[in-house]
């Protein structure tokens, strides 16, 4: 296999098509357009199924149905299309069903912008919808990852019968970059033993998400979290940069995390013991290994595209050992490799260096 | 022994259907839902869909369904169920997947999912419980509450000029080319349930033939919210709900005649 100059939009939903998606259901927004239009005509060679629906509404639940029937299923949208679709996804979630959304994330609130975002960290990672639950948050900070996660993504949601997010922001789904797509894998033929399928030769199957009694409800919930407990055990993901003896730790996921990439080494340059921790799974969040670094460390800078939200969770695993100072540009606004520099200088010149 | 063995001049004129699951269901005393679901479940039987059907029940007072029916089932977001089932429809071609919905969740939350099915031709079959009121939460007025109709939203009787007058969906979906079979029937008599069985076993053909949409809308009644006794709430659908929604076929494809 060899690299081609692949657009992240063009990239995941060819990714998709290889990792054996059988029917895709979505709405168009900017940035994330690209991949519903090439979807439309691929999909269509393959005899698979694809629809573009009135309404993000009406995506999630055309995903929520065929997701009934055992299928690797997926849609695509951004930020304002993503909260159209928690309703369905809180659903999907009550009835434990796999499913893959790719968020590819804009400028908020409101109409906000068609700019690269991470706004939604809060979204994706703890209101996918109402109810007691997380999905899985895969982050790309590249082309290539974006097209490692979207296989994962489906073998995690059939593994774990439960929705896998893509968050992506719009410049991963924007950008083109050299990029190497898997081969294509066969469709998966055995129908799950919960699946749909017209009660023929057996009982009756019903996929439901009401459990009216008090205790049915628990129980029930007492399961999501024995899942969910199971995962966060599991597939904390990240990869790290320059930690071995840093002093201060940069975290940062996506885009805003390769961005920091350069400024960290920007920053070793200058002979500054600074490393970087860049989360690949926004839930499960990578505690523990943040928890570790944060032993070593003397100081923290978390970097976002937003207001800081993933400071929140850096400051959990953290759990207070040490000071956690944050950078971050809204908006839409890319932070440039220098401002970040100046922020790791300025974090850097206040940490309490133990000799 | 003998006793209890029929004379050989009888015979059963009348079972249980087998796709009608043999539970107590959850609805009130003297409710048409019902009739709806004894229908439905003979018509499937009859046309010998158990094995095939996969039904898709609503948020309201049927919300159950899928313990009702012998079949596979699931239960969509209020008003969702037209989108839900164009996911199994269009993963299962070769199945038969039928949405039941109330009026509340049909003509007002979920007015946008129903339409679109009707426009795609989806080939999937709606039951539309049409009963003039949101039974589940209590008897709040719908998009289908007829002027003056009192409810615990509209306590003085609906004010058309405030609220807006009766949506008459049937008439509404047959404006799409892509539906096949629209039409509506009401459950208050004998007469009229006979028609609506016939009306069921079609609309469920046309999607065996792969017709297009197909939409049955019952007149039903709701005795507890409507604060009238079962019998009079019969009288009820007649007397004030058919004039405002009058049975009818309001879209019949060519090709049904062949069915
Ligand atoms: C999103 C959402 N909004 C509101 C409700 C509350 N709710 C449950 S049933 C119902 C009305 C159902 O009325 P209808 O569809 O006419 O069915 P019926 O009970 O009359 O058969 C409403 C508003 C809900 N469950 N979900
Ligand atoms: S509330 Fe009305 S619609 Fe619901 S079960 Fe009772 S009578 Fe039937
Ligand atoms: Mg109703």
Redesign the interface.
Same mark, same amino acid.
């Given at each position: 296999m060899t690299k081609e100059l692949l657009k992240g939009n063009i990239a995941i939903a060819e990714a998709a098509v290889r990792a054996g998606l059988?029917?895709y259901?979505g709405y168009p927004i900017t940035p994330q357009t690209e991949l519903l239009e090439y979807l439309s005509q691929r999909m269509t060679e393959l005899d698979r199924?694809f629809?573009q629906?009135?309404?993000e509404?009406?995506?999630i639940?055309?995903?929520? $149905? @065929?997701?009934?029937?055992g299928?690797r &299923?997926m849609t695509s949208s951004s930020s304002p299309g993503v909260s159209l679709m928690q309703?369905?996804m809180s659903?999907i979630a009550g009835?434990e069903l796999p499913c893959v959304i790719v968020d590819v994330m804009r400028g908020g609130p409101g109409l906000g912008n068609i700019l690269p975002s991470q706004a939604d960290y809060f979204q994706v990672t703890r209101s996918a919808g109402h109810g007691d639950f997380h999905p899985i948050v895969l982050a790309p900070a590249s082309v290539q990852e974006a097209i490692d996660f979207v296989g994962l993504a489906f073998d995690l949601a059939d593994k774990y019968r439960h929705m896998v997010l893509l968050a992506a922001d719009g410049q991963i789904g924007q950008m083109m970059e050299p990029a190497e797509l898997p081969p294509m894998r066969p469709l998966q033929k055995n129908v799950p033993d919960w699946a749909?399928? $017209? @009660?023929?030769?057996r009982e009756?199957? &019903?996929?439901?998400?009401?459990y009216l009694k008090g205790e049915e409800e628990e129980a029930f919930n007492l399961k999501i979290q024995k899942k969910l407990k199971q995962i966060k055990k599991n597939e904390q993901r990240s990869v790290e940069y320059a930690t071995e003896d840093a002093e201060l730790l940069v975290i940062g996921f996506g885009t805003a995390g390769r961005i920091a990439y350069s400024a960290v080494e920007a920053a070793r340059e200058k002979g500054l013991r600074v490393g970087l921790l860049r989360p690949q799974t926004l839930w499960p969040f990578p505690e523990r290994r943040i928890s570790e670094l944060a032993d070593q460390a003397s100081g923290c800078l978390v970097v976002e595209m937003n207001a800081g939200q993933m400071v929140e969770d850096v400051r959990l695993a953290i759990g207070g050992q040490i000071p956690v100072t944050f950078y971050g540009r809204t908006g839409g606004i890319v932070p440039m490799p220098d401002e970040i520099l100046a922020a790791i200088e300025e974090s850097y010149s206040r940490l309490q260096i133990a000799v | 022994m003998d006793l209890v063995m029929a004379p050989p001049e009888m015979q059963v004129v009348y079972e249980h259907p087998r796709s009608l699951a043999d539970v107590p269901t959850r609805y009130c005393p003297g409710c048409t839902h019902g009739i709806a679901h004894r229908l439905l479940a003979e018509a499937i039987d009859e046309l010998g869909l158990q094995e095939r059907a996969v039904l898709v029940a609503p948020v309201g007072c049927s919300v159950f369904a899928y313990e009702y029916f012998n079949v596979d089932a699931c239960q969509a977001a209020h008003g969702r169920a037209p989108a839900m089932a164009t996911g199994l429809k269009r993963m299962l071609p070769e199945n038969i997947v039928i949405t039941y919905q109330g009026d509340g969740d049909l003509v007002s939350i979920g007015a946008a999912e129903i339409m679109h099915v009707a426009a795609r031709g989806e080939r999937i079959t709606t039951i539309f419980i049409n009963n003039a009121i949101y039974g589940m939460t209590g008897g709040q007025m719908a998009p289908t509450t007829l002027p003056g109709q009192k409810t615990t939203s509209s306590p003085l009787g609906r004010d058309t000029r405030r609220t807006g007058a009766p949506i008459r969906m049937s008439e509404v979906l047959a404006q799409f080319d892509g539906a096949a079979y629209i039409v509506r029937r009401s459950l208050h008599d004998v007469a009229n349930i006979r028609k609506a069985k016939k009306a069921i076993l079609t609309a469920l053909k046309v999607q065996m033939a792969g017709l297009g949409f197909s939409m049955v809308e019952l007149l039903s009644s709701c005795p507890t919210n409507w604060g009238i006794a079962p019998e009079k709430a019969l009288d009820w659908i007649e007397q004030n709900m058919i004039p405002q929604f009058p049975p009818g076929d309001y879209k019949v494809h060519d090709a049904v005649k062949t069915l």
């Open positions: 059988e029917a259901f199924v629809l629906a009135e309404s509404v009406a995506a639940n055309m995903v929520y $149905g @065929a997701a009934c029937t299928a &299923v309703e369905g659903y009835s749909l399928t $017209g @009660a023929k030769a009756k199957r &019903v996929i439901t998400s009401l | -």
